[in-house]
């Protein structure tokens, strides 16, 4: 989060974020992120208004459902009436989430159109931030279809999502949230997690594509919580990290076979 907030500093005016698939992109920008410039983490940042949408099959529509009005007529005209009806906003923050979608639903022409109107609203004289969330292998897509002074904003304004989370990370991924709530581990019980992430990974760091099944797992465990805490034998009893997916997977094709 800290490097995106110095990427913003750097560069209000854009910033692509770019990683693996459940690297956590959206999530840094959605939990951490946004959060953090509503309470001023940047300078002014607690009187931007912020706009989040998904590209999909009609981007520009996407955009319109998600509060920018107007944005099919044209999105520098729609970027520059939301400004004017909310005076008391100093910037406008664009954010695409999942942007790869445009390359995979959205038609060939329809998606060359709306690089075309990202790329205007980036010339455009308002004050705004256009923020894209994109897994990392589709960037050949966006270099190879994006018009090249787009592309030219998004090669010096990015952060990459690591691929791999180091052993301290992980550690507070798992005991942060618990901690918020009052919610205590069982002793050893975090290292035991850890190990069991940093097995899939190198020796001192995991794959960060781990996190959804992490977030599975810490939610099984929570709902097996004793007297406010987390125990090994709760942790046992889903099968750890390595093990959930599977349990939960046979007990689904077990009810599947009682239904018929």
């Not at 840094?28 to 940042?45: D, F, T």
């Not at 009609?58 to 909310?86: F, T």
């Not at 954010?95 to 205007?120: G, K, M, V, W």
């Not at 959930?244 to 076979?257: F, N, Y």
Request: proline residues 5%.
């Amino acid at each position: 989060m800290e490097r995106l907030l110095d990427a913003l500093r750097r560069e209000p005016r854009f910033l692509a974020v770019l990683g693996p698939s459940g690297s956590g992109k959206s999530s840094v920008v959605q939990a951490g992120l946004i959060p953090k410039l509503r309470r001023g983490g940047l300078p002014g940042s607690d009187r931007w208004g912020i706009i989040t949408a998904r590209p999909g099959e009609r981007p520009q529509q996407s955009l319109e459902a998600a509060g920018l009005a107007g944005a099919e007529g044209g999105l520098v005209e729609a970027a520059r009436s939301w400004l004017e009806r909310n005076p008391e906003k100093t910037r406008l923050v664009l954010i695409l989430d999942q942007f790869e979608e445009l390359f995979a639903t959205a038609s060939t022409a329809d998606a060359a159109e709306f690089l075309r109107q990202l790329y205007s609203l980036l010339q455009a004289d308002l004050p705004l931030t256009l923020m894209l969330i994109m897994r990392d292998d589709f960037f050949s897509r966006l270099a190879k279809e994006a018009p090249p002074a787009l592309f030219e904003w998004v090669q010096r304004g990015f952060v990459q999502i690591s691929a791999t989370l180091e052993e301290g990370e992980i550690a507070e991924i798992i005991e942060c949230p618990a901690r918020k709530v009052g919610l205590q581990f069982e002793e050893g019980l975090v290292q035991a997690m850890v190990r069991d992430v940093l097995a899939g990974g190198g020796e001192r760091a995991g794959r960060s594509t781990v996190l959804p099944l992490l977030e599975f797992a810490l939610a099984h465990l929570w709902m097996r919580r004793q007297e406010g805490y987390l125990t090994h034998e709760a942790y046992s009893s889903i099968g750890g990290i390595p093990g959930i997916l599977t349990q939960w997977a046979d007990r689904a094709c077990q009810s599947l076979v009682s239904r018929q």
